[in-house]
């Protein structure tokens, strides 16, 4: 018999009898809705006698579902309603007898509900005790108060939402919810979103998943990288986490809705505000660098047990390479490097020459330097030598693709607006401003050649008269920009809250992102933010620099805006790094030139940064891809 049953049936004698025939005189007895069922223990076995409309019947397995979701349910009722109970409560794991039912057949069919959860497999006790070992191992030192919640049976139906970078942990820690988060062991439904995802592939995934047989006791919906779906789709997701998944699509006691998603994401947005019933961060590893060497300890002891070989140790010196680097790849590229290494020798200690990362030695400050495409013959270019961009991985420009330095120097008093010169630059500034002014002389000059031949047309003279207004208030816009530049003399040297400043320019540009349905996902430094300059000049300057950014990016695109403090970013000492990655698909001027080489916005942009003492670099890739990385002059 089940540790605890519970006999329920809306009549008296028919509750008795079924008692009597269950033969378990201590289970729990009483009609659908009765108080006491409120205070009973929560039952293994559910044993219901169908009657009438069935509607109470219907409401009470609704109700207890969601508080014993592994309970096994027995329905009894008329010999030829079998079909019709199963399709009506189809949530519950049940099966069906005809009333009246044998008492031996009743009763062992009772014994069997009670052990219908099989134990878990050799492979599923594999992956269980996996996930255990790695969670302690990456998270044992991480304060994750909300996981606890996250953990609570109670608490079983709540959706969790997980943010992070990638490689930080956040599919190992769906995985250990799934396992361990207080819920009967069920089915986990990996969904990996992408902007080509729609609803209707996602309720087909449940409903495949959620038929399983034995039906499963409980479904956990994984939404990986879920800020990657079109917005109407999330939209309509974000309902189903709050109000349940489409009627038949998930016909499982218990639904627990998980999102995994970049870290500081919008929580403005519907989704997300769905998904934070339990809201979880995983920091990146680069604000974990006083975990490293455990971490490093923990990975090496677990391989080399796996092995039987004895363990190894990362001398200080390996230790405070890796202490010292930024680990884009977060967790699993630090796990990634520890084994590869232990597998490439026997060496015991391990020093920081016996790193290997990619089959080579670990490198990293890669030889690879961010630098300017233009050819500035200013000072502050020619204390390092010109850099191309067009190969660098954009992942890789805001981390750990920092220029080797000399020892810091005193920063170059800063000069007056504007800054650029030689023949580079010249060319630079009259290709950018041929650009901006070319077409609208284009249309003047096709509307003057039409005119003469239409001239008694009148719609036409009243769009020729429309369209030379607004392009001749176009390049009077231009010329005003252009002395606004001039007249803005030598910048100040100041502290500057470069995450604030971002932050106050995209909420003005908010109306307009959310118009055209754009993504901006954003990655800004919080510790150390500040930055030497002009406030009111960086501020023009970043202006330009967004405005260009979110104007070349197509609708429904997206937009990555990072920025870190480098303590060696620029040859005289420390910098805020901006970085700005948007993909322009299409955009591009005369061969081998991006319309970010003319834009007559980043050459204000870069006039400015340069006049502070910093640095500026543009380029497109291959891939359509233009990435865009600032240093400014930022306190020691």
């Not at 997206?558 to 322009?584: C, E, K, N, Q």
């Amino acid at each position: 018999m089940p540790q605890q049953l519970w006999i329920v049936h809306r009549l008296t004698r028919e509750r008795s009898a079924l008692a009597r025939l269950a033969g378990a005189p201590d289970s729990v007895v009483a009609a659908p809705g009765d108080p006491q069922l409120d205070l009973a223990p929560r039952p293994d076995v559910v044993v219901l006698g169908l009657e009438g409309d069935w509607e109470p019947e219907l409401e009470f397995a609704h109700t207890l579902r969601r508080r014993a979701p592994q309970a096994r349910w027995i329905l009894i009722g008329p010999r030829h309603a079998a079909e019709h109970a199963l399709a009506l409560f189809d949530t519950v794991v049940a099966e069906y007898l005809p009333y009246p039912p044998e008492a031996a057949r009743l009763r062992a069919r009772i014994a069997a509900r009670a052990q219908a959860a099989t134990p878990a497999t050799l492979s599923e006790r594999s992956e269980r005790d996996g996930v255990a070992t790695r969670f302690s191992r990456w998270f044992a030192d991480l304060d994750l108060p909300a996981l606890l919640r996250a953990l609570d049976p109670a608490l079983g139906d709540v959706p969790v939402r997980i943010a992070g970078e990638a490689g930080s942990g956040r599919g190992l820690l769906v995985r250990y919810l799934h396992w361990f988060g207080g819920t009967p062991r069920g089915v986990l439904a990996h969904i990996p979103c992408t902007r080509e995802t729609t609803t209707a592939e996602i309720e087909e995934t449940l409903s495949r998943v959620s038929r399983g047989r034995p039906q499963p006791p409980s479904l956990l919906i994984w939404l990986e990288d879920f800020e990657r779906l079109q917005p109407a789709e999330a939209r309509r997701l974000a309902g189903w986490v709050t109000a349940g998944p489409p009627a038949g699509s998930a016909r499982v006691p218990l639904v627990r809705w998980i999102g995994t998603c970049a870290d500081d994401e919008p929580e403005d947005a519907p989704l997300h505000r769905a998904l934070a019933g339990i809201a979880l961060r995983i920091p990146p590893l680069r604000e974990r660098a006083g975990h490293i060497a455990r971490l490093v300890d923990a990975t090496a002891r677990a391989w080399c047990s796996a092995r039987g070989a004895r363990p190894r140790r990362f001398g200080e010196d390996a230790i405070a390479v890796m202490e010292e680097y930024p680990w884009p790849g977060n967790l699993q590229e630090l796990e990634s490097l520890v084994v590869e290494t232990l597998a490439a020798g026997a060496a015991d200690p391990i020093r920081a020459d016996d790193l290997v990362q990619g089959g080579e030695a670990f490198a990293p400050l890669p030889a690879t330097r961010v630098g300017t495409l233009l050819d500035d013959n200013s000072d502050a270019s020619s204390a390092h030598e010109p850099l191309e961009l067009g190969d660098l991985d954009p992942e890789e420009a805001l981390d750990h693709l920092d220029l080797s330095r000399s020892t810091p120097v005193e920063p170059p008093a800063p000069a007056a607006v504007p800054s650029s010169s030689g023949e580079g630059a010249l060319g630079r500034l009259v290709g950018a401003l041929s650009h901006e002014v070319r077409n609208p002389l284009a249309t003047i000059r096709t509307f003057a050649e039409l005119l003469p031949h239409r001239f008694q047309d009148a719609e036409f003279r009243e769009r020729f008269a429309e369209m030379v207004r607004d392009d001749v208030g176009r390049i009077d816009t231009l010329v005003e920009r252009l002395a606004g530049v001039a007249d803005l003399g030598r910048p100040k040297r100041e502290k500057v809250d470069v995450t604030a400043l971002l932050e106050e320019l995209l909420a003005e540009r908010r109306d307009a992102i959310r118009r055209r349905s754009l993504l901006v996902l954003k990655e800004l430094e919080t510790s150390a933010p500040q930055a030497l300059g002009d406030r009111e000049q960086l501020r023009v300057a970043f202006d330009a620099l967004l405005g260009k950014c979110l104007e070349w990016v197509p609708e429904r695109g997206d937009v990555y805006i990072a920025s870190r403090h480098h303590a060696s970013g620029l040859p005289a000492g420390a910098s805020m790094r901006v970085l700005l990655r948007f993909h322009t698909p299409g955009a591009s001027g005369a061969p081998g030139v991006s319309l970010a080489e003319t834009s007559l916005d980043l050459m204000i942009a870069e006039i400015i940064v340069r006049a502070q003492g910093g640095d500026f670099a543009v380029a497109a890739t291959d891939g359509e891809e233009t990435l865009i990385v600032v240093d400014l002059p930022a306190p020691l």
